[in-house]
């Protein structure tokens, strides 16, 4: 089997090649490999390397930054994901994708379903949407994984960010009116190698194609996530926060607006493919065991 991966240098991609490699020769692709704002080059890639497997992690993930630079965060998230899928589709490859909670505006009260309205309140939410829509359109054997709050030991995310806060601060103040699920890049790791070990061989007939919705069981906070993350630090390494205190989004401003309520439902996950990814609290030690002391130095 032939896996081309893109993005292997974020946190998702860099997680899933070592996994992938036990199903198949990997073919990672950075952004000098394959630029994702140039389609001519990713239609270039995919016949070159005529892959099996097209996994997609890469994307433009600066929700801040989104908001001032659409159109590059557009062709990333929006644009491109529906070329792979193209391709894919020509040559019957499989093509998996990630998504993201903030495609929804947290106006649901409980856990939202695949099948609820998406609304996204912010330029990267929106772009996500996009490229949600591009893949579904080209058909092809897809399946799209939305996911919430990734984190893993390396890369830009929340852990590392409060991990260098609790080195340097007395007092954290977090927001405490957003929830939803951290999950951590080797559950998605190990949910996207089940997932292509179980749909390879699957005829484009019986191919479940869709959106599925993938992340950790459980919900949490960010104030209440930073606060086990500084829990669990202050085990192995010494930390100065005494205190993480919780804030209101209002008292946190930001140039992109957030959802309150990103909880997924995961039941379809289950239904269709027979599993579900751990609670967030067990993955979050195994992440921090990843981590070691140094991080927090
Ligand atoms: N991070 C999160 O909290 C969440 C992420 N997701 C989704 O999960 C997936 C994985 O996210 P994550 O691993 O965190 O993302 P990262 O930001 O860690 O990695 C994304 C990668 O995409 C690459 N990339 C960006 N632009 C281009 C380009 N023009 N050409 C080629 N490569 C490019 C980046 O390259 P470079 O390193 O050179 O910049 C980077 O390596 C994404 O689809 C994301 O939308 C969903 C929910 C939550
Ligand atoms: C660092 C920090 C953050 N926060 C808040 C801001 C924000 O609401 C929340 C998380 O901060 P982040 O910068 O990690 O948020 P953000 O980058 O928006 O995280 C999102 O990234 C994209 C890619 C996704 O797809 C989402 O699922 C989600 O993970 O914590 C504080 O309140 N205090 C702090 O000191
Ligand atoms: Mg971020």
Not at 85 to 104: G, I, P, W
Not at 191 to 214: K, M, N, W
Not at 258 to 283: A, C, E, I, T, Y
Request: proline share 5%; hydrophobic share 40%.
């Amino acid at each position: 089997m032939r896996i081309l991966v893109t993005g292997v240098n974020g946190q998702l991609g860099r997680e899933l090649c070592p996994m992938l490699s036990r199903l198949g020769k990997v073919v990672a692709l950075g952004r000098d490999g394959c630029d994702l704002g140039n389609a001519d080059e990713i239609r270039a890639s995919v016949q070159q390397l005529q892959p099996d497997v097209i996994v997609n992690p890469a994307a433009y993930t600066n929700v801040n930054g989104a908001e001032t630079d659409r159109e590059r965060a557009m062709a990333i998230n929006g644009v491109a994901p529906g070329i792979f899928a193209e391709e894919a589709a020509k040559m019957n490859a499989l093509f998996l994708h990630y998504s993201t909670d903030y495609v929804f505006d947290g106006e649901k009260a409980g856990e939202y379903l695949e099948s609820d309205a998406t609304n996204p309140l912010n330029v990267y939410g929106a772009t996500k949407l996009a490229g949600e829509h591009a893949v579904m359109a080209a058909g092809g054997r897809s399946l799209i994984l939305r996911t919430s709050w990734v984190y893993s030991a390396h890369g830009a995310n929340f852990v590392r960010s409060i991990l260098r806060l609790a080195a340097e601060r007395e007092e954290l103040s977090i927001v405490d009116d957003q929830v939803g699920a951290p999950t951590s890049t080797p559950d998605l790791a190990r949910a996207t190698v089940r997932l292509i070990e179980q749909c390879a061989g699957v005829s484009p007939a019986d191919f479940p194609s869709g959106i599925y919705h993938a992340t950790a069981a459980g919900h949490v906070s960010w104030c209440g996530f930073a606060t086990e993350i500084v829990k669990l630090a202050g085990k192995s390494a010494p930390v100065k926060t005494q205190q993480v205190k919780p804030i209101p989004s209002a008292s946190y401003p930001t140039p992109a607006q957030r959802p309150m309520n990103s909880r997924l439902s995961n039941q379809k996950l289950h239904d269709v493919f027979g599993f579900n990814l751990p609670q967030w609290q067990s993955s979050l030690e195994e992440v921090m065991h990843q981590i070691g002391a140094t991080v927090a130095r």
